[in-house]
């Protein structure tokens, strides 16, 4: 196996959760927020899909599929155009609304474009440094594990909170 098809493998386990998760809930049970307070599941899969398409994006100098390919209007929500939703508050986070097959044809696309991307990766782009605004600098290869890791933990969180969904 070449680190390509593993780090495909990887983001494919994401891809393969994601519409899991959101399936059959409506708009209402997707925004819920435990407590009050806690991350939505709309939020989550919203997030985990835009950190996947904006580090990526800019791992491989192309542009995100959030911008691209219309997504932003598509979602019609009150952010920046570059928001990940790294360091949402309770407000920004309540505002990220969005239907299940919004969400899951959103991941999708990220989900297709990713395979597109890795399916070009060689062993020797891994260890090219693409930020070096970190001490040590963060090569492709630890920018794509960090990736996969915050995702598995952001789409295990949703299925968490679909887990305590009343009903």
Do not use: C
């Amino acid at each position: 196996m070449t680190p390509a098809e593993l780090l495909t493998d990887a983001f494919g386990r994401i891809s393969e959760g994601v519409p899991a998760v959101v399936d059959g809930l409506s708009e209402e049970q997707l925004a819920l927020r435990l407590n009050g307070d806690g991350n939505s599941i709309a939020w989550l899969v919203w997030h985990l899909t835009r950190v996947q398409d904006d580090h990526l994006a800019d791992a491989f100098g192309t542009e995100q599929v959030w911008l691209a390919d219309g997504w932003q209007q598509r979602f019609g929500l009150d952010l920046e155009p570059a928001d990940t939703g790294y360091g949402h508050g309770r407000d920004q986070v309540a505002a990220v609304r969005a239907p299940a097959d919004l969400l899951a044809g959103y991941h999708a696309a990220v989900a297709q474009r990713t395979v597109e991307l890795l399916a070009k990766l060689t062993p020797e782009q891994l260890d090219e440094v693409i930020d070096d605004n970190w001490d040590p600098p963060v090569t492709r290869g630890v920018r794509l594990v960090s990736v996969v890791d915050d995702d598995a933990k952001h789409l295990g969180q949703a299925e968490y909170v679909r887990g305590l969904l009343p009903g």
